[in-house]
């Protein structure tokens, strides 16, 4: 009998953590694995906020596949999907073609910018090594133009997050932590720079527990971050952002606008026929497509209802990587013959957001609340733990979060 192929798209926490999970259970003989991703390394995306303010360098972010992947197990190809084909069970890619016994889609995420005019002409969002790379850039470029004008331009220290989900609260944390640094560096006054949080909700982090929105908020203000709350965004120039807030428009003279008001899945599988909801496929337990049995759809492109509540659950590197240990442990059974795959339960351990870094908030265990120091441990310890199971110590030494106290 042929091996059967096994293509996997996409590096992130899903499609990393299937190859690395398929690479320990299944040998050579038993099928071909490929991982296609664009970038010859891998990022925690989850980091990348911190590579947007400058806080941390995306050479700590990023991890060479190479150095994770036993390559003599699993064909890396560095290349980028253009069309998944699934009636044909092909996958086109910028530089040649793919067929496929089983598929496993790990594309992630991209900005869902709701048709607001503007933003995808003038606002920068935080979904790559590139992306976020470019919003430091971009930030230190008008720090560094401020002093060089004739007439110092206000918009250029404006600094504005739209939306205050765990992404921008946790990135105008970073943000409060870099601009007394550019500052200083640039010689501004703190006084003269804002940064500044635009919500449409009636809170921040809707949803989630007020005690701790309450005290995430209280931190953030003290470092000088500003709230616009029930402020719905609606457009954005180049130089300027459009709110409304209590029926009245308002507006800010920016030129630097992180939108971090929502995601979406991957657009690529809606255009391949996919049927989606805000780019995300519903999927079987098994995390399959309903449409298209021999497709396994994980991490942010999925979309799975939890039974209990009736809502999706949210997309998480936590439920990624969960999703990715079922798949492995499902395309294992697959390429023995069996057909009688397990159904994914999420174990849902808790969420943790910084605060910069050295302060944080989170709920782990069910209900046991944390905030401060021990929220901000806590979160070195869950990324500390995904690098353990993706790369064992030597990555955890190499790129770990060891310094508990800074
Ligand atoms: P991703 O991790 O986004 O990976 C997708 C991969 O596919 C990337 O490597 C990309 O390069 C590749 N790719 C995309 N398009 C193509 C293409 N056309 N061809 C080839 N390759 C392609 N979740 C948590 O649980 N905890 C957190 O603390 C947390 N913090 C976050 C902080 C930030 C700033 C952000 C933005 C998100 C955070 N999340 C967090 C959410 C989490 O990052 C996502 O849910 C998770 O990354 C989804 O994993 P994924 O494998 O689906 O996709
Ligand atoms: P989100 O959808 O969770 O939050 C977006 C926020 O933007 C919401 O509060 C929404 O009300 C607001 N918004 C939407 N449209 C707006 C508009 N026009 N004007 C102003 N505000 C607007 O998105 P996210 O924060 O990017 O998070 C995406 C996913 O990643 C979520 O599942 C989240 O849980 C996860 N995540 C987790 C962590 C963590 O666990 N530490 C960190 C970051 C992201």
Redesign the pocket.
Known sequence: MNKPNIVILGAGYGGMMTAVNLQKSIGADDANVTLVNKHSYHYQT?WL?ENAAGTLHHDKTRIAIKDVLDTTKINFVQDTVTNILPEEKKVQLENGELSYDYLVIGLG?EA?T?G?PGLLEHAYTINSINSSRLIRQHIEYNFAKYNNEAHPKEERLNLVV?????????FAGELANRVPELCKEYDIPREKVRIIV????PT???GFDPELVEYAMNSLEAKGVEFKIG????EVTENNLV?EKDEQREEIATNTVVW????RGNSLVEEAGFEANRGRIEVTPDLRSKQYSDVFIIG?CALLFNEETGRPY?????IAIQQAEQTAANLKKAVQGEKDFEAFTPDLKG????LGHDDAI?VVFDDKKLFGWSASAM?KVIDNRYLLKLGGISLLLKKGKLNFFK
């Open positions: 989850t906020h995420f869902a709701f607001i739209g939306g205050a989900g765990f992404t921008g609260i946790e635009v919500e449409a909700a921040a982090l809707p402020a719905m965004i609606k709110f971090a008001a929502g995601v942010d949210p997309p998480t590197a936590q969420t943790v957001a910084s989170g979160k």
